[in-house]
């Protein structure tokens, strides 16, 4: 199921950093076939095969397919998920996201 014991997680952590910088949604992007390693005992470290997010952090019109993780999140861990599609993501304890709030989504096994 995973193709080596590396992190090759499309984003990390995205979402408000201090208010004052970079406090803006990703829109629009396409993220497919990332990954988490398998040999951390961090759960994070092993969520989030597509995204691991802030918990204010959003991802709107976004396309998110095929990203796996080790633990929870394949497609998304965390985060404010608006309008986006999520497909064929894997996670052994959950599929499309975890720990996120969904709105207005359509997830696809």
Do not use: K, W
């Given at each position: 199921?995973?193709?080596?014991?590396?992190?090759?997680?499309?984003?990390?952590?995205?979402?408000?950093?201090?208010?004052?910088?970079?406090?803006?949604?990703?829109?629009?992007?396409?993220?497919?076939?990332?990954?988490?390693?398998?040999?951390?005992?961090?759960?994070?470290?092993?969520?989030?095969?597509?995204?691991?997010?802030?918990?204010?952090?959003?991802?709107?019109?976004?396309?998110?397919?095929?990203?796996?993780?080790?633990?929870?999140?394949?497609?998304?861990?965390?985060?404010?998920?608006?309008?986006?599609?999520?497909v064929?993501?894997?996670?052994?304890?959950?599929g499309?996201?975890?720990?996120?709030?969904?709105?207005?989504?359509?997830?696809?096994?």
């Open positions: 199921m995973f193709p080596s014991q590396e992190v090759t997680r499309l984003l990390l952590q995205i979402g408000p950093l201090p208010l004052t910088t970079f406090n803006r949604p990703l829109i629009g992007f396409t993220l497919t076939n990332g990954f988490t390693q398998i040999l951390s005992t961090n759960c994070q470290e092993n969520s989030g095969g597509g995204v691991r997010c802030e918990p204010n952090a959003m991802l709107s019109d976004c396309f998110i397919i095929g990203n796996r993780s080790y633990f929870l999140g394949g497609g998304v861990y965390g985060g404010i998920l608006r309008h986006c599609s999520l064929g993501n894997q996670g052994l304890g959950d499309a996201t975890s720990y996120a709030v969904v709105e207005n989504c359509v997830l696809y096994s």
